[in-house]
């Protein structure tokens, strides 16, 4: 069975700063990974997928995030976080071939000025 | 385009009452999710239509909970006899098939 592992429920950052957001996830393959965002009293939007290929995945509003295999990753990163940014982020997995996602627990970020 | 349509944003039933949720899913979209989300389970998956076929119903409580998808335009949810346990936020998702998945902005139901 596959799981996703959001191992901080809450990280606060301050406007201009970098960002990392940690992802782990437990799957014997190579997994479908994603990124979603929801901001309050809305549902999850989608910041970026990777299927396969190049292990760092551009999304919007300057997010990436890097897939590792050998340390069954998928970390979401931003330069430079501006208020706006404050929202729960959601890692997500679906299994090759499959149409079940697993999501984690959430990360809730807050952005301080 | 709209994306994913939920009605009703928000409902509020009381104990006992009966609960039907909409969606409806991105035009051309082949699947269909629903999914439940509180603050102490997060994330739940209840149900998948593909084609308007139901393919899992796995994570349906076998009581109260029945989902149907009666035309490639939209999907119900129905609550039966609902209890202040099912108070949460049901979220729709569409996608392609094998694609990812879009979600609408959900409804808070609120079991009185």
């Known amino acids: 069975a596959q799981s996703v592992t959001q191992p901080d429920a809450r990280v606060t950052v301050s406007e201009g700063a970098s960002l990392q957001l940690r992802c782990k996830y437990s799957?014997?393959?190579?997994?479908?990974l994603f990124w979603y965002v929801q901001y309050p009293r809305q549902g999850l939007q989608l910041l970026l997928k990777?299927?396969?290929?190049?292990?760092v995945v551009q999304g919007v509003n300057g997010f990436e995030a890097e897939f590792s295999k050998s340390n069954s990753s998928f970390h979401l990163r931003k330069a430079s976080v501006h208020w706006s940014d404050s929202a729960v982020y959601f890692c997500?997995?679906?299994?090759?071939?499959?149409?079940?996602?697993?999501f984690g627990s959430g990360t809730r970020l807050l952005v301080s000025p | 385009n709209a994306g994913v349509i939920q009605t009703p944003r928000h409902k509020v039933t009381g104990k006992g009452q009966e609960a039907t949720l909409w969606c409806e899913p991105i035009?051309?979209?082949?699947?269909v999710f629903w999914y439940r989300q509180t603050i102490v389970q997060g994330l739940e998956f209840l149900t998948y239509f593909r084609n308007q076929a139901p393919i899992d119903d796995s994570g349906m409580p076998k009581e109260r909970f029945s989902a149907q998808m009666p035309n490639q335009s939209h999907s119900t949810l129905k609550i039966q006899s609902t209890q202040p346990q099912d108070s949460a936020v049901y979220l729709c998702?569409?996608?392609?098939?094998?694609?990812?998945?879009?979600f609408g902005p959900g409804t808070r139901l609120t079991v009185l």
């Open positions: 035009s051309g979209h082949s699947a």
């Open positions: 998702a569409s996608s392609h098939w094998g694609a990812e998945q879009f």
């Open positions: 799957y014997s393959g190579t997994p479908y």
């Open positions: 990777y299927y396969s290929g190049d292990p």
């Open positions: 997500a997995l679906r299994r090759t071939g499959g149409y079940k996602v697993v």
